[in-house]
């Protein structure tokens, strides 16, 4: 099956500067990357995707970026925020249906 | 529209009971799936569906069944409850895309927090 890898696990950035988490997946057959993002307590909430002819996508402070070549993709926040403290899941989708999740990001915005 | 709900939102179980998670949507998707979330481990599947009668396994099926009767309703049962299915469980609902790339966008419930003493 697919194996998604996530790193860091822990990331802290000053308020004001970017952050990047980076995931690697086995499956070359995985076609769909979402990123969500889970504040405490809370539901993981989808925050961008990209598919596999797509090699970069943003929105706002938010972008992604994909290489199929090396099997990597990338989550850049930019002029981070105190609330975009959470953490944040990678998942790839090697089917229409199944996502296979990084174990997460713990990002903490410094004041 | 509510889209995801899940009853109960915490639980407390003995070994060896049984019980049923429930999970409801009123968006009409064909697609709805069960994840557990574990400390370091991020979401891992248990089961999806991908409509009315259609269930599939997961990444970590065992000690879970599953049905779907519905579209709207996916229920997550488990037959006999351990400690090791301690976790925080989330249903997701989805619909295909069909704008000529297939991927599945799928929304969290809200969970349900299990603990099996």
């Known amino acids: 099956g697919e194996n998604v890898e996530q790193h860091p696990s822990t990331l802290s950035v000053q308020e004001g500067d970017s952050a990047v988490i980076k995931c690697t997946y086995s499956d070359s057959a995985s076609n769909y990357f979402p990123w969500y993002k889970q504040e405490l307590g809370k539901r993981p909430q989808l925050i961008i995707d990209i598919r596999s002819n797509v090699g970069e996508k943003k929105d706002q402070r938010i972008a992604v970026t994909l290489n199929k070549t090396a099997k990597h993709f990338s989550l850049h926040i930019t002029e981070t925020q105190p609330e975009d403290s959470a953490v944040y899941f990678c998942?790839?989708?090697?089917?229409?249906?199944?996502?296979?999740f990084g174990a997460g990001t713990t990002v903490t915005v410094r004041a | 529209n509510a889209g995801v709900t899940q009853t109960p939102k915490f639980q407390v179980l003995k070994t060896g009971q049984s019980m049923t998670l429930q999970c409801a949507q009123d968006m009409n998707h064909e697609y709805m799936s069960w994840y557990r979330q574990d400390p370091g481990m991020g979401l891992r599947l248990i089961h999806y569906?991908?409509?009315?009668?259609?269930?599939d396994q997961g990444e970590v099926p065992n000690g879970y069944n599953v049905s779907r009767s519905t579209t709207e309703d996916f229920p997550l049962r488990l037959l006999s409850a351990a400690p090791s299915q301690t976790s925080v469980y989330f249903c997701a609902m989805g619909t295909h895309r069909s704008s000529g790339s297939l991927y599945n966008e799928q929304f969290f419930g809200p969970g349900t927090r299990l603990t099996v003493l």
């Open positions: 998942a790839a989708s090697p089917n229409d249906y199944k996502l296979s």
């Open positions: 569906s991908v409509g009315a009668g259609i269930t």
